[in-house]
């Protein structure tokens, strides 16, 4: 993880942790690293966020400063961006999104030529850029300064390209979206309407500042409560830049990233379509996933958190399901990186095609009680190799044995530690948890 770069990008708040200087070198970077032998194409999505049209603008004025050639997909999903970089010729695609962060921060993420995320020796060296350790770059001269150009097209391209994945009619289903104010507005309610399902959409109306704000995968309660009063088939929640995807049932019950690898895992195994018997995870997923795999005859292995290395897992073994907890689901065969909305195409193929409610696809999946705590301090680095810290862990983990777990982590975007517990029960998890979060509280003193 780099001084700029996290796990997911250029994360901070606007005009503070990112601002529009550091967006300005951004592209003047990318422009001039891609244009060395021939003139750079470069392609820019953005989600809802008001800050996100400046650092749009920012990038663009650095992009072509370069000699770059900069084409606008406006407001779009992150998986749209990667599918248009990997299938239209793009050298480099950028993402303008903090993701299911607040509407005050934003981010920049990178997507090289293949539709994965920026390989991170060239992330270091923007940052060198940044901080000046480079020399300044040549600026473009006459012709050879870059245009930009629309190119909504391309988000239509990507429309195109989900609904065809639909292997049945969605007609006689009704379907509950909560696009979260974000980037799924400008696409997902299109692609369930062609594919012939009644759409029920909230949070559809983004206003610059509304963007996650209790709604969307990270406030799935809002989800909840509409599944239930309006008695829909299903319903999904994106965050705020489409590359996640939670569900709820016709009964109203939470459906995270475990569940869905649970339902997809089985589906594809019962069709022949889950290459190596094989599901990528991360650690933090539920152990009652890894208990049902079992009983269904399943395999899994682990990675750290973040969709990038699942993904970097799965092309490297060759397997095709991969996904996290909170909503990240690659299914490779498709796509490059998260993407909520192809997600619940898959999920409704899995309904549908089983001829069976999401209730019924998860009836022998047991989750295990699990409670997540962050704790904000100033040196991540330093409070995870204090001894205090090592000491409660190993007693925790003992205590827990094989029925539970304790995970320890820092945020890779965040000045946080994520203390996680997985217990039998739910007063299990917190008596552990507390136990560690004061140890954590009395170090930070």
């Given amino acids: 993880m780099g001084k700029y770069f996290g796990t997911d990008g250029f994360r901070g708040e606007a005009n503070v942790g990112l601002t529009v200087e550091h967006a300005f070198k951004v592209g003047r970077f990318l422009g001039w690293y891609y244009s060395k032998e021939h003139k750079a194409k470069v392609v820019i999505g953005k989600d809802t966020r008001r800050s996100s049209y400046m650092f749009?603008?920012?990038?663009?004025?650095?992009?072509?400063?370069?000699?770059?050639?900069?084409?606008?997909?406006?407001?779009?999903?992150?998986?749209?961006?990667?599918?248009?970089?990997?299938?239209?010729?793009?050298?480099?695609g950028i993402m303008i999104s903090a993701s299911h962060n607040p509407y005050y921060d934003n981010g920049i993420k990178i997507i090289n030529g293949q539709g994965k995320k920026l390989e991170a020796e060239t992330e270091a060296?923007?940052?060198?850029?940044?901080?000046?350790?480079?020399?300044?770059?040549?600026?473009?001269?006459?012709?050879?300064?870059?245009?930009?150009?629309?190119?909504?097209?391309?988000?239509?391209r990507y429309i195109g390209y989900l609904i065809s994945i639909a292997t049945r009619s969605f007609k006689d289903k009704t379907v509950a979206l909560d696009c979260s104010n974000g980037s799924s507005s400008s696409v997902a309610k299109n692609v369930f309407d062609a594919l012939g399902a009644k759409t029920l959409v909230i949070a559809n109306e983004p206003d610059g500042t509304n963007i996650n704000n209790n709604c969307g995968s990270t406030h799935i309660e809002n989800l909840v409560e509409f599944v239930k009063n309006n008695k829909v088939d299903v319903g999904f929640a994106y965050d705020g830049d489409a590359d996640r995807c939670i569900a709820v049932d016709e009964n109203g019950n939470i459906v995270d990233g475990d569940a869905i690898l649970y339902v997809c895992g089985v589906y594809m195994k019962e069709h022949?379509?889950?290459?190596?018997?094989?599901?990528?995870?991360?650690?933090?997923?539920?152990?009652?996933?890894?208990?049902?795999?079992?009983?269904?005859?399943?395999?899994?292995?682990?990675?750290?958190?973040?969709?990038?290395?699942?993904?970097?897992?799965?092309?490297t073994n060759g397997h095709c399901l991969g996904g996290e907890?909170?909503?990240?689901?690659?299914?490779?065969?498709?796509?490059?990186?998260?993407?909520?909305?192809?997600?619940?195409l898959k999920i409704m193929e899995a309904i549908i095609e089983s001829k069976a409610t999401l209730s019924e696809l998860m009836r022998d999946l047991r989750i295990f009680p699990q409670l997540l705590v962050n704790v904000k301090v100033t040196d991540k680095n330093e409070i995870m190799e204090n001894e205090k810290l090592k000491e409660v862990?190993?007693?925790?983990?003992?205590?827990?044995?094989?029925?539970?777990?304790?995970?320890?982590?820092?945020?890779?975007?965040e000045p946080l530690i994520r203390v996680m517990v997985e217990a039998e029960t739910d007063e299990l998890c917190k008596k552990y948890v507390d136990e560690v979060v004061d140890v954590i509280n009395e170090i930070c003193k």
């Fill in 56 to 92: 749009e603008y920012a990038l663009v004025a650095g992009l072509t400063a370069s000699g770059a050639d900069v084409y606008l997909l406006h407001v779009t999903t992150t998986p749209s961006v990667s599918y248009v970089v990997r299938t239209d010729g793009f050298d480099v």
């Fill in 393 to 413: 862990a190993d007693k925790v983990s003992k205590e827990l044995g094989s029925e539970g777990r304790l995970l320890l982590r820092p945020s890779g975007t």
């Fill in 125 to 156: 060296k923007i940052e060198e850029y940044i901080d000046g350790k480079i020399e300044e770059l040549p600026l473009a001269k006459r012709e050879y300064i870059g245009r930009t150009v629309d190119y909504a097209m391309g988000r239509n």
């Fill in 325 to 344: 907890q909170s909503g990240h689901i690659i299914f490779s065969k498709h796509a490059t990186t998260g993407d909520g909305i192809l997600t619940s």
């Fill in 272 to 315: 022949g379509q889950l290459a190596n018997n094989k599901i990528v995870t991360t650690v933090m997923s539920n152990i009652g996933l890894y208990k049902a795999l079992d009983e269904k005859g399943i395999e899994y292995e682990k990675t750290a958190v973040g969709d990038k290395y699942v993904y970097e897992n799965m092309t």
